[in-house]
């Protein structure tokens, strides 16, 4: 049995990411695992509290890859950012170090301090 990374598709104006298992002795290819990663008429953050981040977001090439309301994370290129909401309300955000491999963990009170936040460090990262 082989596994087959498949490239990135558009379906419906949301870029899906596949895998196939082929299967040589009965010559038969099967999907195994899809992922849905987020497209501009998608990129709707599910927790309205980032509102103000989402559009600056997407125009500086990050792709919002996890959508959920106590877990956000975008990528772009080798980088990431990660929000967690814990149930106290306070915001947990890693972002990359500098250009190096590393990141960056914080917190912040509430959600204007995270905005302002994630966007001053995501604002800094060139691919």
Known sequence: MTMIKCADTLVNNVRVSYDR????ESNQTNQTNT???????TQVI??????????????DGWDLTHNEMNFI???KGNY???IKVEESGRIYISVPLG???YQYLSSCKN?????KYILMHSSSVHT
């Open 99 to 101: 250009t190096s491999k």
């Open 80 to 82: 990431y950012i990660e």
């Open 21 to 24: 298992k082929h299967d040589s």
């Open 35 to 41: 992922t849905v990663l987020f497209t501009e008429s």
């Open 111 to 115: 959600y204007t301090d995270a905005c």
């Open 46 to 59: 599910t927790n309205r509290g980032f509102v103000a981040i989402e559009e600056k977001m997407f125009q």
């Open 73 to 75: 994370s975008y990528c």
